[in-house]
């Protein structure tokens, strides 16, 4: 008699397709957006910044009251992130963004678009340049997708220098690094204005 594949003892963890980080119970939504609150986590990708930019749009029109949000991300494409980026801009609401997990790459510009800023006493920041997405196409396609990573990559430089106070070139040599900051580093570096406890 054949069993269910639940019970084969040489099931691996990779045998099941994987559960898009992003995706949450439909009752775990509700209760977020009724708090006023957008959890994100994983690498931001379009979908995910569209659906978070659409939430976050939705609860500005609904009220002027502040909108948490809860971020975990460790990257993210820079198209994605700043479609996000652009949304909180446009958001009328006070925006209070929490590290919770590792945030770093482009994903590190979503967070610096909130107007306050603060981490859990265990988070970090990855400073690091974002990752290339490898271009297909034609020569002139693959130069055109070079030129807009590096207008992008200037954007997110000139957008974390600006929230944390750091010259430009400070930003760059640290994304170049691939510095890492603890959440008591990242006070000092101006990057959160202080850390979450009790």
């Not at 994987?18 to 708090?35: K, N, S, Y």
């Not at 220098?161 to 040599?173: F, I, K, L, Y």
């Amino acid at each position: 008699m054949e069993h269910s594949s639940r019970y084969r003892y040489d099931r691996r963890p990779d045998d099941d397709p994987p559960v898009p980080p992003a995706q949450h119970a439909p009752w775990l939504d509700e209760q977020l957006f009724g708090r006023r609150m957008v959890f994100l986590r994983g690498v931001i990708e379009p979908e995910m910044a569209g659906r978070a930019a659409a939430t976050l749009l939705a609860l500005d029109a609904l009220g002027a009251d502040p909108i948490t949000l809860h971020l975990a991300a460790e990257e993210g494409q820079l198209a994605a992130v700043f479609t996000l980026v652009d949304a909180l801009d446009a958001v009328q609401a006070p925006i209070h963004a929490t590290a919770v997990g590792q945030i770093g790459g482009a994903a590190i510009g979503v967070f610096c678009a909130a107007q306050t800023r603060s981490a859990f006493a265990h988070a970090r920041f990855r400073l690091s340049e974002p990752k290339v997405t490898s271009p297909g196409g034609t020569a002139d396609q693959v130069v055109a997708e070079a030129g807009r990573y590096l207008r992008d990559l200037e954007d997110l430089v000139l957008r974390i220098a600006a929230a944390t106070g750091q010259p430009r070139s400070r930003v760059e040599d640290d994304l170049s690094a691939g510095r890492v900051l603890s959440a008591e580093e990242a006070v000092e570096y101006g990057l959160i204005s202080s850390i979450t406890s009790r």
